[in-house]
């Protein structure tokens, strides 16, 4: 049989009177008060006693460790014994029946609750930073990089959900902390004390909900990390073109130019962010890479080639941020799959407006860069946006109509609405 035991605290240590009832409760089971941790609390057995009563009595000093040994002689003689301290509160156990009960200030309560007021609203103001400053992180983040949160497949939509819950859950306790550390002032203002005992059910079951969302974040954060070295870009394979289910939103080189030698088109979607959109990635020549780590080892110098980044996004807001992303090269991530003139292609160039058919709302061309090979296209319709790469005899301005085509064709099937 065990001689001591751990039991984690099932409610705020401020909230006096349920913490005496749990304690006395534990008493009464033969289980008494060693240490008061700030999650757990360490009791050893002893004889079960009923009339056991427990007392928290705040600090005299501001950064007391524990009672003096004056005191301590002195509420032994009245039949008290100290149990334990945590901040702002020594903790005493009495079996006494008889004994009196310490003697307990009014005016010296309203100063420690005055203390664990200011303390609450510290709290208060942090967690509004530490959520303000989450809220603002994301919102950000698709502010300023739509594209690249879009295409980080590897993200799990809801994995902060639990962060963001118990950072509101924190902010609930601190502001439940300060209207009863208000309403015991108050009360002690007029002199009335405190009740010794009170029902301790209710903080017991919030208690538990917060360690709840606590151990379900640590969880999503375990799991998002594990899924996200599952979901990378860089060692998902490319999947032939024909083998997808889904309509696959890309021209082919056979459409820009009829001679083009048959060449072989593969892709990657990436739908790890529903709430935006999602996107494609389209790469067609003779070369076929698995995945795009093999595309950076072989760096093959295709003849033709045809790349294509495919987004359609939930809103117009969402779209007009890509929109302008693109037309600024805000997005640096390194495009790996493409061979290094067409890294230099994507930031160097000057995109010029185009005239638009009729079925684009925009358009950009980009002419290759001296050095390179790479024409540049960006097309809009709606929320969809299409950029394009390519390598190839055709003129890219003069055969819009195929990329028009095919978003027009994917509006009316209501294709670019994110599943």
Not at 23 to 35: K, V
Not at 347 to 371: F, I, K
Request: charged share 25%.
């Amino acid at each position: 049989m065990k001689d001591h035991i751990r039991k984690i605290n099932p409610m705020d240590l401020c909230d006096v009177s349920a913490v005496q009832a749990w304690l006395e409760d534990l008493a009464a089971e033969g289980w008494y008060l060693r240490r008061y941790g700030p999650i757990r609390s360490e009791f050893q057995r002893g004889e079960p006693n009923r009339a056991v009563r427990c007392r928290l009595e705040p600090f005299r000093k501001k950064d007391e460790a524990e009672p003096d040994a004056e005191r301590k002689a002195a509420y032994r003689e009245l039949g008290w014994q100290y149990a334990a301290t945590r901040r702002p509160f020594h903790i005493w156990q009495c079996s006494d029946p008889e004994a009196p009960e310490l003697e307990t200030d009014p005016v010296l309560q309203e100063e420690t609750y005055r203390y664990l007021l200011r303390r609450s609203r510290r709290e208060i103001l942090l967690n509004l930073v530490l959520l303000s400053a989450l809220v603002l992180f994301y919102i950000g983040g698709v502010v300023l990089n739509p594209i690249g949160i879009i295409e980080n497949d590897s993200y799990m939509p809801w994995a902060e959900i639990p962060l963001f819950a118990i950072i509101l859950v924190a902010l609930l306790v601190a502001v439940q902390r300060d209207v009863t550390a208000v309403r015991l002032s108050r009360s002690l203002k007029t002199g009335k004390l405190l009740p010794d005992r009170r029902p301790y059910r209710s903080a017991r079951w919030k208690n538990t909900v917060y360690w709840g969302i606590y151990v379900l974040f640590l969880v999503s954060q375990l799991l998002s990390c594990l899924y996200g070295l599952s979901r990378a870009a860089s060692g998902r394979p490319f999947v032939p073109v024909d083998q997808w289910e889904d309509p696959v939103p890309y021209v082919s080189m056979a459409e820009l130019d009829p001679a083009a030698e048959p060449a072989t088109a593969s892709a990657i979607d990436f739908r790890g962010r529903p709430l935006l959109g999602t996107a494609w990635w389209i790469h067609e020549s003779e070369y076929y890479p698995t995945d795009v780590e093999e595309w950076d080892r072989q760096k093959a110098d295709a003849a033709a080639s045809l790349q294509t980044r495919y987004y359609r996004f939930r809103s117009s807001f969402l779209a007009d941020l890509a929109e302008k992303q693109l037309l600024r090269r805000r997005d640096r991530q390194p495009f790996r799959l493409l061979p290094d003139d067409w890294e230099q292609a994507l930031r160097e160039p000057h995109l010029n407006a185009l005239p638009a058919p009729p079925d684009l709302d925009r358009a950009w061309w980009a002419p290759p860069p001296p050095d390179g090979r790479y024409q540049s296209l960006i097309i809009r319709r709606g929320r969809q946006i299409m950029a394009v790469w390519y390598a190839g005899p055709a003129d890219l301005r003069e055969n819009l109509a195929p990329f028009a085509a095919l978003l027009e064709e994917f509006r009316q099937q209501g294709l670019s609405d994110p599943p």
